[in-house]
C-alpha cells in the first residue's frame, strides 16, 4: 500500500522523492527489518515484505510502547511534560463518564493554520462532548503566519467540559484511562499504536508523509477509525467535526468494538507465546546465529 501510494507522489529529481526512493531502496537491500507492529494488525503486508524481499528475516516485535507503570514512576513524561501536568489531567478524568472525552492531539509538529484551528474549536464547542485538546505553543514565526491561535473566548464558553493544554502531555496515560472514548490524531505510527493498544477509536486527521496510509489502513481496512479530514491544509467544516465526534463518543460507536479487539490482539502479541514475543526469539537467535558463524570465519582466517 505504501509503496504504490509514493509511486503516486514520486517526481523525479525532487529532494523528498528522491530520500523517499533511497529508504525504500535501503529496505529492499537490507540483511532483514525489524518493524514496531505486530501480525493481527498487518500480517498481509508482513507476508508481501517477505515475499517480495524473498526471505524471511521480517521481524514484528511491537506494538513498543512505554508502559502506564514507568510512565508514573518518572517525573518527566514523553516531550518534557510534569508529572503535576499529568496528574491534574488524570484527576480531571477521573470525574468523567467512561468512554465520553475526546482526546486531540496532532504530535510534536503539525500545527493548524487559525483557520483551522477556528473550524477545530467551533467543531468541539457544537459536539457537546468533553475533551482534552493539546494545542502545540505558537513560536514568532507561527504568529506572524497566522498559525496555532486559539479562539478568543473558546475556553471561556468551554469551560468545565473541555481542558485546552497548551504543553505536551502524558499521551500514554490520557489514552489509557476509562474516559477517553475517542483520539482525534495526525495518524504518525507511535500515535496510532498508542491508540490501538489502549483500544480507543480514532478520528483521523493525517498531515503528510505515511499518515495518509496509516490513515487509510485505520479507516477503510482496519475499521478502527472515523476519517475526519485529509492534509496539512485542508480545513473541515465545524459542523462536520462536531458531528463526527458526537458519534466516536456515543454508547454504540462501532469502530469501538473492533479496536478493542485489536487492542486484545496487541497485548496478546508481546506476551509470551505471542506472536511478537516470537519474533523477538527468533530475531535474537538469528543474530547469535550470525554472530557466531562471523567469529568462526575470523578464527578460520
Same mark, same amino acid.
Given at each position: 500500500?505504501?509503496?504504490?501510494y ?7 529529481? +525532487?529532494?523528498?522523492?528522491?530520500f523517499l526512493?533511497?529508504? &525504500?531502496h ?9 518493524? /514496531? ?7 498481509v503486508? =508482513? +507476508? ?5 524481499l524473498g526471505? $524471511?528475516?521480517?521481524?514484528?516485535v511491537?506494538p513498543?510502547?512505554?508502559?502506564? +507503570?514507568?510512565?508514573? !514512576?518518572?517525573?518527566?513524561?514523553r516531550g518534557? !511534560? ?5 496528574? /491534574?489531567?488524570? !484527576?480531571?478524568? $477521573?470525574?468523567?463518564? +467512561? ?8 504530535? !510534536?509538529? @503539525? ?5 483551522q484551528?477556528?473550524? =477545530?474549536?467551533? %467543531? ?6 468533553k475533551?482534552?485538546w #493539546? ?8 504568529v *506572524?503566519?497566522?498559525? %496555532? ?7 471561556d464558553?468551554?469551560?468545565?467540559? %473541555?481542558?485546552?493544554?497548551? *504543553? ?5 496515560l ?17 500515535s496510532?499504536?498508542?491508540?490501538? &493498544?489502549?483500544?480507543?477509536?480514532m ?15 485505520l479507516?477503510d ?7 475526519? #479530514?485529509?492534509?496539512a491544509q485542508? &480545513?473541515?467544516s465545524?459542523?462536520?467535526?462536531a458531528?463526527?465526534v458526537?458519534k466516536s463518543?456515543?454508547?454504540? #460507536?462501532?469502530?469501538?468494538v473492533?479496536?478493542?479487539e485489536?487492542?486484545?490482539? @496487541?497485548?496478546?502479541?508481546i ?11 527468533e ?10 558463524q562471523?567469529? =568462526?570465519?575470523d578464527?578460520?582466517?
Amino acid at each position: 500500500m505504501l509503496k504504490g501510494y509514493l509511486q503516486t507522489l514520486y517526481v523525479e529529481g +525532487d529532494p523528498v522523492s528522491e530520500f523517499l526512493k533511497d529508504g &525504500i531502496h535501503a529496505d529492499t537491500v537490507s540483511w532483514g527489518l525489524v518493524i /514496531n507492529t505486530f501480525n493481527d494488525l498487518e500480517k498481509v503486508y =508482513l +507476508d508481501y515484505l517477505k515475499e517480495e524481499l524473498g526471505h $524471511d528475516r521480517v521481524w514484528a516485535v511491537g506494538p513498543i510502547l512505554p508502559s502506564a +507503570d514507568d510512565h508514573m !514512576s518518572r517525573p518527566i513524561e514523553r516531550g518534557g !511534560s510534569s508529572s503535576d501536568l499529568g496528574s /491534574n489531567i488524570l !484527576s480531571w478524568l $477521573d470525574k468523567c463518564d +467512561d468512554h465520553k472525552v475526546v482526546y486531540v492531539c496532532f504530535g !510534536s509538529k @503539525a500545527v493548524l493554520t487559525n483557520k483551522q484551528m477556528e473550524e =477545530l474549536a467551533l %467543531g468541539l464547542e457544537k459536539s457537546g462532548a468533553k475533551f482534552i485538546w #493539546c494545542v502545540k505553543e505558537q513560536n514568532k514565526g507561527h504568529v *506572524e503566519e497566522e498559525y %496555532g491561535v486559539i479562539p478568543i473566548g473558546f475556553e471561556d464558553r468551554v469551560v468545565g467540559r %473541555g481542558l485546552v493544554i497548551k *504543553e505536551w502531555v502524558p499521551q500514554t496515560l490520557i489514552l489509557k484511562h476509562r474516559a477517553v472514548g475517542a483520539f482525534l490524531t495526525h495518524c504518525g505510527w507511535n500515535s496510532v499504536l498508542e491508540g490501538l &493498544i489502549a483500544g480507543v477509536p480514532m478520528l483521523t486527521w493525517p498531515m503528510g508523509a505515511e499518515q495518509f496510509v496509516n490513515a487509510t489502513l485505520l479507516v477503510d481496512e482496519l475499521k478502527v477509525a472515523i476519517r475526519v #479530514c485529509e492534509g496539512a491544509q485542508a &480545513i473541515p467544516s465545524s459542523t462536520d467535526i462536531a458531528r463526527m465526534v458526537a458519534k466516536s463518543v456515543c454508547e454504540n #460507536c462501532v469502530e469501538r468494538v473492533r479496536t478493542m479487539e485489536l487492542h486484545e490482539a @496487541a497485548l496478546g502479541a508481546i506476551k509470551k507465546g505471542g506472536s511478537s514475543f516470537k519474533d523477538l526469539h527468533e530475531l535474537v537467535k538469528c543474530l547469535f546465529n550470525e554472530a557466531s558463524q562471523a567469529k =568462526l570465519c575470523d578464527v578460520q582466517e
